[in-house]
């Protein structure tokens, strides 16, 4: 017989495994479907990425360099920005030619501009504030002043502020190049460095040459000299008679030489007051109301000149420099001599008299006065040596320190100060002295 509780542990045991069965079973079918799902997820993303070989960048992009290698479904992806796409801004402008450039930034997409700031050397100017670059040769342009004219060009005054660097721009033909050979016209020599384009310009005219040569009134070309070589004037070709010849100063027509030939004072007129040679060195001009007088002595036709004037030094009266005066008729301190600085008064309260005021004359600011900041560049402060500069000194150094550099036609003298905020030593260009100082 069998026992009852052997055969409910058979049953317990039989009813185990089937559920263990079952639960092998579930696990298979759940996992199949987790796998089912996965398999679906990476097809849809396989199907919305792609590789980067296929995907063609927009206007203005262009392929990662390894976008062989990547797939993507946005042009950043797989594409990189050019420089088309980017904007320059401040002291930057854009140039087309880097629009193909790959970038992001000014450094790469963009030209500095010069600026209107920028600083060109002296007979060079600005060229364009907005063209790009960052030398003197990129921005500068020079002026005809620094071109150098050869013949057969010579330099022209009126051009010389022209921005060039040409002949045809900068200068003037000369003479050399025009063509003197042709009728009634002879080479002249003397204009071959003189400026000019025509035969009246440069040449000289034969005697024959009428439409040229036009006697004056009491002249004629004798017929020996029709082809003789004028020097330049009418007067060359033309023999004088006295009737047409003016006299000169000192002289009076002698009518009865009207028909004789002549072309001199000796010639065709006779001596007067203005004949007489008044004599400068000796303080002597000559007497204009008595110019038509005949006379030969320097009290008869001549007035006196500041040069035998004295000055009164004590009355602030001051010879003017290198006898400027000696030769003005005159006879008093407000006609000969200029007044002391010493009695001047400076327009403003920025200047001063100068120290040689009492030695020094003068009437303007120019002449008699100088910056008040003068007294302290000569009392406490230096000048510069040639090769130093005001940004290489210490603060002590820096505020007794100046330099003396030229402005156009005059000086000025450049202060150094310093910058406390980049704690450095600059150039004080804003209160420059103008003119300088007396005696520095």
């Given at each position: 017989?069998?026992?009852?509780?052997?055969?409910?542990?058979?049953?317990?045991?039989?009813?185990?495994?089937?559920?263990?069965?079952?639960?092998?079973?579930?696990?298979?079918?759940?996992?199949?479907?987790?796998?089912?799902?996965?398999?679906?997820?990476?097809?849809?993303?396989?199907?919305?990425?792609?590789?980067?070989?296929?995907?063609?960048?927009?206007?203005?992009?262009?392929?990662?360099?390894?976008?062989?290698?990547?797939?993507?479904?946005?042009?950043?992806?797989?594409?990189?920005?050019?420089?088309?796409?980017?904007?320059?801004?401040?002291?930057?402008?854009?140039?087309?030619?880097?629009?193909?450039?790959?970038?992001?930034?000014?450094?790469?997409?963009?030209?500095?501009?010069?600026?209107?700031?920028?600083?060109?050397?002296?007979?060079?100017?600005?060229?364009?504030?907005?063209?790009?670059?960052?030398?003197?040769?990129?921005?500068?342009?020079?002026?005809?002043?620094?071109?150098?004219?050869?013949?057969?060009?010579?330099?022209?005054?009126?051009?010389?502020?022209?921005?060039?660097?040409?002949?045809?721009?900068?200068?003037?033909?000369?003479?050399?190049?025009?063509?003197?050979?042709?009728?009634?016209?002879?080479?002249?020599?003397?204009?071959?460095?003189?400026?000019?384009?025509?035969?009246?310009?440069?040449?000289?005219?034969?005697?024959?040459?009428?439409?040229?040569?036009?006697?004056?009134?009491?002249?004629?070309?004798?017929?020996?000299?029709?082809?003789?070589?004028?020097?330049?004037?009418?007067?060359?070709?033309?023999?004088?008679?006295?009737?047409?010849?003016?006299?000169?100063?000192?002289?009076?027509?002698?009518?009865?030489?009207?028909?004789?030939?002549?072309?001199?004072?000796?010639?065709?007129?006779?001596?007067?007051?203005?004949?007489?040679?008044?004599?400068?060195?000796?303080?002597?001009?000559?007497?204009?109301?008595?110019?038509?007088?005949?006379?030969?002595?320097?009290?008869?036709?001549?007035?006196?000149?500041?040069?035998?004037?004295?000055?009164?030094?004590?009355?602030?009266?001051?010879?003017?420099?290198?006898?400027?005066?000696?030769?003005?008729?005159?006879?008093?301190?407000?006609?000969?001599?200029?007044?002391?600085?010493?009695?001047?008064?400076?327009?403003?309260?920025?200047?001063?008299?100068?120290?040689?005021?009492?030695k020094v004359g003068g009437t303007t600011d120019e002449e008699c006065c100088e910056s008040s900041k003068c007294d302290d560049v000569r009392n406490k402060m230096a000048k510069m040596e040639d090769k130093e500069v005001c940004n290489g000194l210490e603060k002590e150094q820096c505020l007794t320190k100046y330099a003396k550099v030229k402005q156009g036609n005059s000086s000025a003298i450049v202060m150094c100060s310093f910058d406390e905020t980049y704690n450095l030593?600059?150039?004080?260009?804003?209160?420059?002295?103008?003119?300088?100082?007396?005696?520095?």
């Open positions: 017989s069998v026992h009852p509780r052997s055969v409910l542990d058979r049953t317990s045991l039989v009813t185990m495994k089937t559920i263990a069965t079952l639960a092998v079973l579930f696990s298979a079918v759940s996992a199949k479907k987790l796998t089912l799902r996965s398999v679906k997820a990476n097809q849809e993303l396989a199907t919305t990425k792609t590789s980067c070989d296929k995907l063609k960048c927009p206007a203005a992009w262009r392929p990662k360099p390894n976008h062989h290698t990547l797939t993507g479904s946005t042009s950043a992806d797989c594409c990189d920005k050019t420089c088309e796409l980017f904007t320059c801004k401040g002291v930057y402008r854009s140039n087309e030619a880097y629009w193909g450039n790959v970038g992001n930034s000014p450094q790469v997409c963009c030209d500095k501009m010069c600026g209107t700031e920028f600083e060109c050397d002296v007979g060079y100017v600005l060229a364009d504030a907005t063209a790009p670059g960052v030398s003197k040769k990129d921005c500068c342009q020079p002026k005809c002043q620094l071109f150098n004219c050869t013949a057969p060009w010579a330099p022209s005054a009126a051009k010389k502020d022209v921005v060039a660097s040409s002949s045809e721009d900068c200068c003037e033909k000369t003479c050399a190049a025009v063509n003197c050979s042709l009728p009634g016209w002879a080479p002249n020599k003397s204009k071959e460095l003189e400026i000019g384009s025509t035969p009246e310009d440069c040449c000289t005219p034969l005697c024959g040459n009428s439409a040229q040569v036009k006697c004056p009134f009491g002249s004629a070309v004798k017929d020996e000299d029709v082809n003789k070589t004028s020097d330049g004037t009418d007067e060359g070709c033309c023999a004088p008679q006295c009737k047409a010849y003016k006299c000169s100063d000192g002289f009076a027509p002698n009518v009865a030489k009207d028909d004789a030939f002549g072309a001199s004072d000796e010639d065709c007129c006779l001596p007067t007051c203005k004949k007489f040679e008044c004599s400068m060195e000796k303080g002597w001009a000559p007497f204009p109301a008595v110019e038509s007088d005949i006379g030969d002595n320097a009290t008869q036709c001549c007035l006196a000149t500041c040069k035998q004037w004295t000055c009164n030094a004590t009355e602030g009266w001051l010879p003017y420099p290198e006898g400027a005066k000696d030769n003005t008729t005159g006879a008093s301190n407000s006609i000969c001599c200029m007044p002391a600085c010493e009695k001047y008064s400076c327009s403003s309260a920025g200047l001063m008299k100068i120290p040689t005021a009492k030593c600059r150039y004080d260009t804003d209160s420059a002295i103008k003119g300088g100082c007396t005696e520095i």
